[in-house]
C-alpha cells in the first residue's frame, strides 16, 4: 500500500475509533419525545435568538429547529463568514401564516477568529435588539496546525471554540437581562464537548507556551466549562449551558485546512455513520437541551441528557484566573 493511502487510512481508523469510545446513548429520550417536547414551545413573546456559527453543521441545525418550532414568529440572527450559506437556509424557514405576525430572519457577518470584529457585531445586535432570549454559540474549526495566532495574538482554534464565545456573551449580556427582566427566556448555550475536558494549565492559560493539538482539544471544553459556570455565578436568573453534540454528519472535516482531513473525511463519515447523527436531529436534540433548563449552569449530553458533573475539571482558582486571563486576552483597543 502507497505511504499516503496507508497514512490516510490510520488517520481515518483513528478518528473512528475515538468516536466509537465515546458514543453511548443508554438512558438518554428519544427523538420522538424530544421532537414533541420541542413542539410544545409556544411563547407568550416575540423571541430573539441569535446564533453565532449558524451558516453551516451543528448550529446550521439548531437554528433550522428553532425557526421549525417557532413556526417561523421569531426574530432569528444567523452570524458566521458565509452569506449565501445563510441565505439559502433563511429562506427555508417557516413564514408564519398570519400577516400580522411580525418576524425577522437575517444574517450579520463576521469572521470570530478576531476579537475586533466579534465587538463590531455586538455592538450593532445591542443597538438593535431591545432583548436576547437565546443566544446560542457553536463555531467550529477543524486544523492539524500548530499554534497559528491571529494579528491580535490569539491562537485561531482556540480564538474560535473558546474566546470568541466568551466575548459574545460577555457584550451581549445587557439584552440577556432585559429578556430576564421582562421575564421571558434569557438563556445561553456554548456547543463544544462537555465532559471530554481534562485539567486546565493555570501556568499558561491560552496556551502560549505549551501548545499542542491534543493539549488545546481537552483544555478547550474545560474553558467553557468554567466559562459557563463563572457567568451563571455572576447572573443569577439566566441559562448558561455547556453542550457535547456527540457525533454529527458535518462538513467540518471537509472544509478542515488539513488536506489529509479533507481527504480521509468521505472515508471516515462512512466508518461512523451508524453511530452518528444528522444535523436535523442533532438539531432537535440540542434545542431541547436549550428550552428546557432553568437558570444557572448546565451541562449536557448529545441526547440532551444532564451531565451533571461528571468528568468536571474545573475549581473555583480556575474560575477565577481564567476569568482573569480572559478579560485582558479579549480586549479590544480604541485605536
Not at 43 to 60: C, D, E, L, R
Not at 189 to 211: M, N, P, R, W, Y
Not at 281 to 298: P, V
Request: charged fraction near 20%; glycine fraction near 8%; aromatic fraction near 10%.
Amino acid at each position: 500500500m502507497h505511504r499516503s493511502s496507508l497514512r490516510l487510512l490510520l488517520s481515518s481508523l483513528l478518528v473512528a475509533l475515538i468516536a466509537l469510545f465515546f458514543y453511548s446513548t443508554a438512558g438518554m429520550p428519544t427523538l420522538a419525545a424530544v421532537r414533541n417536547a420541542n413542539a410544545a414551545f409556544n411563547p407568550s413573546y416575540k423571541p430573539i435568538a441569535i446564533f453565532v456559527g449558524g451558516t453551516s453543521g451543528i448550529g446550521q441545525g439548531i437554528a433550522e429547529a428553532f425557526a421549525r418550532h417557532t413556526r417561523g414568529a421569531a426574530h432569528i440572527v444567523i452570524v458566521g463568514r458565509n452569506r449565501a450559506a445563510a441565505d439559502a437556509i433563511i429562506a427555508q424557514f417557516p413564514k408564519p401564516d398570519n400577516n400580522k405576525t411580525q418576524y425577522t430572519h437575517e444574517f450579520v457577518q463576521c469572521d470570530v477568529t478576531l476579537m475586533n470584529n466579534v465587538e463590531a457585531v455586538t455592538k450593532d445586535l445591542l443597538a438593535r435588539m431591545p432583548k436576547i432570549n437565546f443566544l446560542v454559540m457553536s463555531p467550529g474549526y477543524m486544523t492539524m496546525r500548530g499554534r497559528d495566532e491571529t494579528e491580535e495574538g490569539l491562537d485561531k482554534k482556540f480564538a474560535v471554540h473558546y474566546y470568541a464565545r466568551w466575548k459574545f456573551v460577555n457584550d451581549l449580556l445587557p439584552a440577556l437581562r432585559r429578556a430576564k427582566e421582562a421575564g421571558e427566556d434569557s438563556k445561553v448555550l456554548s456547543v463544544l464537548a462537555a465532559g471530554k475536558g481534562a485539567e486546565i494549565d493555570l501556568d499558561d492559560l491560552g496556551l502560549k507556551k505549551t501548545f499542542s493539538a491534543p493539549k488545546i482539544a481537552f483544555q478547550a471544553p474545560t474553558y467553557n466549562d468554567l466559562m459557563m459556570q463563572e457567568f451563571a455565578a455572576r447572573n443569577p436568573g439566566i441559562t448558561f449551558i455547556h453542550a457535547y453534540p456527540g457525533a454529527v454528519r458535518t462538513s467540518l472535516m471537509a472544509s478542515s485546512d488539513s488536506r489529509w482531513i479533507r481527504a480521509s473525511s468521505p472515508l471516515v463519515l462512512g466508518l461512523l455513520y451508524p453511530f452518528t447523527t444528522s444535523l436535523h436531529e442533532t438539531g432537535e436534540y440540542m434545542l431541547h437541551g436549550l428550552l428546557n433548563r432553568k437558570e444557572g449552569f448546565w451541562r449536557v449530553g448529545s441526547r440532551a441528557e444532564d451531565l451533571g458533573m461528571k468528568n468536571y475539571f474545573g475549581s473555583e482558582e480556575a474560575r477565577k484566573r481564567l476569568w482573569e486571563h480572559t478579560v485582558k486576552a479579549t480586549a479590544v483597543s480604541s485605536s
